[in-house]
């Protein structure tokens, strides 16, 4: 079975200063991955994901994240976090075997950033 | 606009009455997929489906119901609620399952006394 589990439930930063978010995943097949963030009452929006090209993907608003299969992580960062940095992201795996995708999605539990003056 | 679009957002209802909340997407996306967010978990994935008349389990379908008649409704039926199924549900879409991406609602407060 697939799982992901995303290691701090709050991560709390100063204003500029860099952000990271950890992420591991377990899978029995090639896993696709992705980041998603919540803002307060609104829906989930797609950061960046994986799916088998380059390990270091770029996302919107400056993230970025590393696949790394020896580790089975997929951590995201950011240089300099910004206020409007603010906000739940929760991390994604779904399996793909052959380019053929089961459909299911599993999130971890999110983890909630806080941003300080 | 491209959207997907959940009603009612809010809703306050009593054990047993059955309800549905709809979910429909202007995009010609392929797939749907429907979860429940509560605290300290995540997003749990009910059902999904792949493609029109292809529906099939996530991880936590008891209690609820959905069908896909047309590609951009695909509704998700409470026949008997119960105060568990008391939630935040958000309704999501894709071109394909394989793409990944998802298009999400603006979700649905759900309240079962």
């Known amino acids: 079975a697939q799982s992901v589990t995303q290691l701090d439930s709050h991560v709390s930063v100063s204003e500029g200063t860099p952000v990271l978010l950890r992420c591991n995943y377990s899978?029995?097949?090639?896993?696709?991955l992705f980041w998603y963030v919540q803002h307060p009452n609104k829906g989930l929006q797609l950061l960046l994901k994986?799916?088998?090209?380059?390990?270091l993907v770029k996302g919107i608003n400056g993230f970025e994240a590393e696949f790394k299969k020896s580790e089975t992580s997929f951590h995201l960062t950011k240089p300099s976090a910004h206020m409007s940095d603010a906000a739940e992201y929760f991390c994604?795996?779904?399996?793909?075997?052959?380019?053929?995708?089961?459909?299911?999605?599993?999130f971890g539990q999110g983890t909630i950033l806080t941003v300080h003056p | 606009e491209a959207q997907v679009t959940q009603n009612p957002r809010y809703l306050i209802t009593v054990t047993g009455k059955k309800l549905t909340v709809t979910c429909s997407q202007n995009?010609?996306?392929?797939?749907m997929s429907w979860y429940r967010q509560d605290p300290g978990l995540g997003l749990r994935q009910i059902y999904y489906?792949?493609?029109?008349?292809?529906?099939d389990k996530g991880d936590v379908p008891e209690g609820y119901k959905v069908s896909r008649k047309e590609k951009r409704n695909f509704p998700l039926i409470l026949e008997s609620p119960s105060p568990n199924q008391t939630s935040l549900y958000f309704c999501?879409?894709?071109?394909?399952?394989?793409?990944?991406?998802?298009?999400f609602g603006e979700g649905s407060r759900l309240t079962v006394l």
């Open positions: 489906s792949m493609n029109v008349e292809v529906t």
């Open positions: 994986y799916t088998s090209a380059a390990t």
């Open positions: 994604v795996v779904s399996f793909n075997a052959g380019g053929t995708s089961y459909g299911k999605l599993t």
């Open positions: 999501a879409s894709s071109l394909t399952s394989y793409t990944g991406e998802l298009f």
């Open positions: 899978s029995s097949y090639s896993p696709s």
């Open positions: 995009m010609n996306h392929e797939y």
